[in-house]
């Protein structure tokens, strides 16, 4: 049976349990205590409109949860693309390498990207995880431009592909885990940045754009973290907002995950745990975040909510600022306006408030992390 065909059978089960014909007890049996009333009374209302009710049904089996399906191969082949086209730019710029090591969580192999200057100094060098952005995305070429500029700054990078992302086939892709094991997957990138001569391990930094920014503020929320210091980039904050804030057809992506499986009002405790917006008061590091009204993604209403949080809880911590609708970037609003490149992304396409956000940023990790330490 299909998922489609799953839905379908579902909703016409839910229209006949709500039938005139069928409906529920009024009243209990005889004997059987009154049940307190949970809102208003549910009446014997027949659904009429049944494509209205497909378009709300959500499903909490993780069996419907949506693949890559036919899009895995064009996925593969993009990912092949990209690491072509990072090992041709690389060659007198950076070190680059493709390397995997394994989640502390449950063992899975996660792929990295690692990019390092290619002359080493004696003095080890500060290293950032750079986590990408995307429920299921991966690090794109479009990222290029910003990598060398940290790499010619001084710092060892590593880039997760934590589960869940794009161009490594489906049980990559839909091992997703939205705010649970993902977020392991990008701390356990610190085991294989020990495993470097040249690293030290004392001064790591972690940064990332949305869903990368939502990683990023999980880990530095938790209660022990190896950073000293992290960036958030117009990051995902809060998973119960969200979830309503973008509709049944966003939330039916991730509520039949094998470690959800529901909707907020279900699994309450669960969102909130996966909400990194409600564990800021752990906060025992330095953090930056930038975020934009404009953005059309992580719209300014929940971004709102991380920047207000941090400046009443951790004001001599958190670092923000709100950029009033900043010129857009990829994707025609300001959730990339830091992210601009030109059409062949070799080079930053600069506007004031891109220029300002980096500076900010790199400002931000010189102050914690000494890249250029003598």
Not at 179 to 196: F, H, I, P, Q, R
Not at 309 to 331: F, M, W
Request: glycine residues 8%; proline residues 7%.
């Amino acid at each position: 049976m299909t998922r489609l065909t799953s839905r379908v059978l579902t909703v016409a089960a839910l229209a006949l349990v709500l039938s005139p014909d069928v409906g529920f007890a009024q009243n209990p049996p005889a004997g059987q205590p009154q049940r307190p009333p949970q809102g208003p009374l549910r009446r014997n209302v027949p659904i009429t409109d049944t494509l209205r009710a497909h378009e709300l049904y959500v499903s909490k089996d993780p069996k419907d949860l949506p693949g890559c399906g036919a899009g895995c191969a064009t996925q593969i082949t993009r990912k092949k693309q990209t690491d072509s086209a990072y090992a041709a730019r690389s060659k007198g710029v950076m070190e680059f390498q493709k390397v995997t090591y394994k989640s502390r969580i449950d063992g899975m192999e996660i792929p990295a990207y690692l990019f390092a200057p290619l002359t080493k100094r004696a003095e080890k060098h500060a290293a950032l995880v750079w986590v990408h952005g995307g429920v299921h995305g991966d690090w794109g070429i479009g990222m290029w431009p910003f990598v060398r500029d940290a790499v010619q700054n001084g710092y060892v990078v590593i880039t997760p592909e934590y589960r869940g992302s794009t161009g490594f086939g489906e049980a990559h892709y839909m091992a997703i885990d939205y705010g649970g094991k993902e977020v392991d997957d990008a701390l356990s990138s610190v085991d294989y940045l020990k495993s470097l001569t040249y690293v030290d391990t004392e001064r790591l930094g972690i940064m990332g754009w949305s869903h990368g920014g939502f990683i990023t503020a999980h880990i530095l929320f938790r209660y022990e973290s190896p950073f000293k210091a992290g960036a958030a980039i117009v990051p995902v904050t809060n998973l119960i907002f969200r979830l309503s804030d973008h509709g049944p057809g966003y939330a039916a992506s991730f509520a039949a995950e094998e470690g959800i499986q529901g909707l907020p009002f279900e699994k309450t405790d669960e969102y909130l745990k996966r909400s990194p917006v409600f564990h800021a008061q752990n906060l025992k590091v330095p953090i930056l975040v930038h975020v934009a009204t404009n953005d059309c993604d992580v719209f300014f209403r929940e971004n709102q909510q991380m920047v207000y949080t941090l400046r009443a809880l951790k004001p001599d911590l958190a670092e923000t600022k709100i950029y009033v609708d900043p010129p857009p970037g990829a994707g025609g609003c300001g959730h990339t306006f830091s992210r601009r490149v030109k059409e062949n992304a070799m080079e930053r396409d600069d506007t004031p408030e891109q220029i300002d956000s980096w500076n900010r940023t790199w400002t931000f990790f010189e102050w914690n992390l000494r890249p250029m330490k003598k």
